[in-house]
């Protein structure tokens, strides 16, 4: 039982180029979600998945796209990166998206954008 | 707007002592909130959680505390070893699916 799952762990980009950030739960959890985090600021949420077919905006969504692949996967999207846009990204995963439900999270992608 | 806050950033205690780590919240109406421990180049663990129909909860050598009259959550960590230097945060949620994380108080467990 991996829990949950983040490909690449690093990654280099120039500003402009493209890349999706990849997402795996076998927890066989509802929710997944993607977060970002910078220095001196607490996770913020980017995009969440409350179930399978569905995605919604969270708090910094500008610059994202997501897609709910099937019920395990959720991947991120950065069409044009920009060095805003240099940050840690987590996803995360909890068994219904409820405000009461735990999260568990991957181990993370740093990504740098020159 | 949501503010989740921590006391101290910092945060170094002797091996064997208890440590406490601090976090204020501003929003009344959350009702759920969770301790994660994230280690360096990790991502973060869930610790222990509380909902807001209590005032304390005991895990396996830690336990939190919540104080809705002054919106204040602690951690404290019995006997902390030299495993437990992380950074540390909290979490709270209230309405749908999203939660506010606060920046995190670095531990570190002086041998």
């Known amino acids: 039982n991996a829990g949950v799952t983040q490909t690449p762990k690093f990654q280099v980009l120039k500003t402009g180029q493209s890349m999706t950030l990849q997402c795996a739960q076998d927890m066989n959890h509802n929710s997944m979600y993607w977060y970002r985090q910078d220095p001196g600021m607490g996770l913020r949420l980017i995009y969440y998945?409350?179930?399978?077919?569905?995605?919604d905006k969270g708090e910094v969504p500008n610059g994202y796209n997501v897609s709910r692949l099937n019920k395990r996967e959720f991947s991120l999207r950065l069409e044009s990166a920009a060095p805003s846009q240099t940050s840690v990204y987590f996803c995360?995963?909890?068994?219904?998206?409820?405000?009461?439900?735990?999260?568990?999270f991957g181990p993370g992608t740093r990504l740098t954008v020159l | 707007g949501e503010s989740v806050g921590l006391h101290l950033p910092t945060l170094s205690v002797q091996e064997g002592d208890n440590s406490i780590i601090n976090c204020a919240y501003s929003n009344s109406a959350s009702d759920y909130f969770i301790w994660y421990k994230q280690e360096s180049g990790k991502g973060p663990q869930f610790i222990i959680d509380i909902r807001s129909n209590m005032d304390k909860r005991q895990g396996q050598r830690v336990t939190v505390l919540l104080n809705k009259t002054v919106k204040h959550l602690s951690l404290q960590i019995a006997a902390t070893q030299p495993g437990d230097s992380a950074v540390y945060f909290c979490?709270?949620?209230?309405?749908?699916?999203?939660?506010?994380f606060g920046t995190g108080t670095s531990l570190t467990v002086i041998p």
């Open positions: 998945s409350a179930s399978e077919g569905t995605t």
């Open positions: 995360a995963s909890s068994r219904q998206g409820y405000s009461t439900d735990t999260q568990y």
């Open positions: 979490a709270e949620s209230n309405t749908g699916n999203q939660f506010y």
